[in-house]
């Protein structure tokens, strides 16, 4: 075992060799024991839809090449593709879904210890929505965009209103293709349906709704959950934060939210600054209560409220064997079950407290929105009785503070003023060529991968060459581990021209926009970006790619096509996309599918090839939008000129 081939991360490298000698197992060491992987599994071609199966495609040629009822790799591997873009989209869409009955719950007054935080985005977005606003009072205006919101997920005609969003064009391709994403619920339950037995078996077909359920994610659940978290919650603005296992007090209560839904996470915050909670932690011997987040519960409370980010994905079970964690409460998505175990060796208390995810042998506390502040106080009024109980205690030192919390406002914000926020003085720049273009770094942290290596280095390499790179999800908590969101160590990266633009606007070259779900911000400032002129009239003209180098879950998937499907150029691990196992398929989906929709996927591990190729579609977007010509006339020497008898 070695500790700096699973992870770049010092901190992670510290706790994985202190588990080691522990002997106490954690993901990596579950890995090595499920080596070596089903090749089949690897490639998509097994199938287990139905019994007459599981069924095999021989990737070799030599054996069956059907399944029992007939289908063949193209069919098995898109019905593959297609089921975990669902599981993807029912995953960010139950999410907003959650946010969504909360949202209407609070509005109506059901829900007293929640309100709504952003008044002016509620006007916004209700009007958007065709709500009249002029002499309501906000909990009527937001009863009413709760009941529509809710009615996105099931309503039985029309399609999905936050996708009106989209660049004119981009919505007549959609038309054309008919793929306008209809209710959330719909889209789902007809992938499940079409790639049940017998039914859809033509795999363009397949890859074509995978794209219609995909765009009801991004500019379905995925942006309504943003929206309406932001209009609950506050949207973000950016801020100051602390990320690493560092942030862990050593004389503090510890406490860790954990997963992906706010509605826990924000309530155990508050909870936990009641002075009564502060003064029964010091009467305990603590010096206060310290909340910090793991994954994307700790993205969406660091960029509203400053709480410091303890790690990533992987960092979830060596978070507990540091022994200073008195709780960890959990609520959906990215929760290993190995979290039960780790806790077993100390004394950290878990709780499961999202009714959708239970964990045998952990104690389940639901969060209800009637009392939610109560039970948050329960639940952290255990982690300071919990305090006495800790043993040896072992706190890596490693944290680095940077500015997170961009959204498509405070960008606007920070690049116009306040007054007149705009995307203006961003396209400039990167029409006169000082930005190259745009690059969204997204993703998880994988135990087949170095932890957070390949998300740094490619983000190093981009602002090296002038690309302005918007991050998500567990890639901004690896950015922020390595002190890649720190303004002043960042610009020292950044090539010439971004450094010049973000010193004189005032953001950083790599701007942390919060969870998964949020990734939908990008669709919209794109979105705006376009509107704003000068660089196409579609998201496919825009110098725009994004990548997703270290994926783990089918969330990644739905979030990869409906980039694709958006018009993005989208970068993945090949040994990461277990969709390669048909010719069809894999041509689709890196090839033809830019016929169809402006983008594609492209397959590449190495963060710097990653990079040229993601610079190489940045500026054949630019040659296309004829923006690289005024730079190229400047290299033209004297022979040149004299050749050309000018
Ligand atoms: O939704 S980046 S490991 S935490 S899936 Fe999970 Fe991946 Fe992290 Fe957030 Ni996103
Ligand atoms: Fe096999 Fe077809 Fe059943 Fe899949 S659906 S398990 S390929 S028989």
Redesign the pocket.
């Known amino acids: 075992m070695d500790a700096k081939k699973r992870s770049t991360d010092k901190a992670a490298q510290e706790m994985i060799e202190y588990m080691s000698q522990a002997g106490q197992e954690n993901a990596w060491d579950r890995l090595d024991k499920q080596e070596p992987q089903c090749g089949f599994g690897k490639l998509g071609i097994c199938c287990r839809i139905c019994t007459m199966g599981p069924c095999r495609i021989d990737p070799f040629g030599d054996g069956p090449q059907l399944g029992v009822c007939g289908a063949d790799a193209d069919t098995i591997v898109a019905r593959n593709f297609l089921r975990a873009v669902a599981a993807g989209t029912s995953?960010h869409s139950d999410h907003c879904r959650t946010v969504a009955e909360l949202f209407l719950a609070a509005a109506r007054g059901d829900a007293p210890d929640y309100y709504i935080k952003d008044t002016e985005k509620l006007h916004r977005v209700a009007k958007e929505f065709g709500i009249a606003t002029d002499g309501r009072a906000d909990n009527e205006i937001a009863v009413e965009l709760g009941e529509i919101a809710l009615g996105e997920f099931g309503k039985s005609e029309g399609t999905q209103l936050m996708a009106r969003r989209a660049p004119e064009p981009r919505k007549e391709i959609w038309k054309k293709k008919n793929v306008t994403p209809r209710a959330i619920d719909r889209e789902v339950v007809e992938a499940l349906h079409r790639s049940t037995m017998g039914v859809d078996q033509d795999y363009k077909s397949l890859l074509m709704h995978a794209s219609r359920t995909a765009l009801a994610d991004g500019w379905g659940g995925s942006m309504l959950a943003t929206d309406l978290q932001d209009i609950l919650f506050g949207t973000p603005s950016p801020g100051k934060g602390e990320v690493n296992l560092g942030v862990l007090e050593s004389d503090e209560v510890n406490i860790i939210v954990h997963g992906?839904d706010p509605l826990m996470s924000e309530i155990i915050v508050e909870a936990a600054s009641a002075p009564e909670m502060i003064a029964n932690a010091k009467a305990v011997g603590a010096k206060g209560i310290n909340v910090a987040g793991i994954?994307?519960t700790a993205?969406e409370l660091l960029v509203r409220h400053g709480v410091p980010v303890a790690g990533?994905?992987l960092c979830q079970e060596l978070a507990i064997a540091t022994g200073a964690v008195e709780m960890m409460a959990v609520d959906v998505?990215?929760v290993m079950q190995g979290l039960a175990k780790v806790a077993t060796y100390y004394h950290t208390k878990l709780f499961t407290t999202a009714p959708q995810a239970k964990i045998p042998g952990v104690e389940h506390v639901p969060l209800e929105e009637e009392n939610a502040l109560k039970i948050a106080k329960k639940l952290v009024s255990a982690a300071i009785d919990n305090y006495k109980n800790r043993g040896n205690i072992n706190i890596p030192s490693e944290k680095e503070a940077g500015i997170m919390g961009f959204t498509n406002e405070s960008i606007k914000y920070m690049l116009g003023g306040k007054f007149r926020a705009s995307y203006r003085p961003l396209n400039d720049n990167i029409m006169n060529g000082k930005i190259r273009g745009i690059a969204a770094i997204?993703?998880?942290?994988n135990p087949k991968v170095p932890m957070d290596s390949t998300h740094t280095e490619l983000a190093k390499e981009l602002i090296k060459k002038d690309v302005l790179v918007l991050t998500?999800?567990?890639?901004t908590i690896a950015c922020g581990k390595q002190a890649l969101l720190n303004p002043k160590d960042a610009l020292e990266l950044a090539g010439p021209g971004l450094r010049e633009v973000c010193e004189v606007v005032g953001i950083p070259p790599i701007l942390a926009c919060g969870?998964?779900?949020d990734n939908s911000r990008l669709l919209v400032a794109a979105s705006e970006i376009v509107a704003e002129g000068g660089l196409g009239e579609d998201l496919s003209a825009l110098p725009l790619a994004g990548a997703c180098l270290e994926?783990?879950?089918e969330?990644?998937i739905a979030i990869g096509q409906y980039f694709v499907a958006s018009g993005v150029y989208v970068i993945f691990a090949k040994e990461l996309f277990p969709y390669l196992g048909s010719e069809n398929v894999k041509n689709y989906l890196l090839d033809e599918v830019e016929k169809d929709f402006g983008g594609r996927w492209a397959l590449e591990s190495d963060p710097v090839r990653a990079a040229e190729m993601m610079l190489e579609h940045i500026e054949s977007k630019r040659d296309s939008l004829g923006i690289n010509e005024a730079k190229e006339r400047k290299l033209y020497s004297m022979e040149d000129r004299q050749a050309l008898g000018v």
Do not use: D, R
């Not at 997204?442 to 942290?445: I, Q």
């Not at 998500?472 to 890639?475: V, Y």
């Open positions: 995953a992906h994954c994307c993205n990533n994905f998505q990215c997204v993703g998880c942290s998500t999800g567990c890639a969870s998964c779900v994926s783990i879950t969330k990644a």
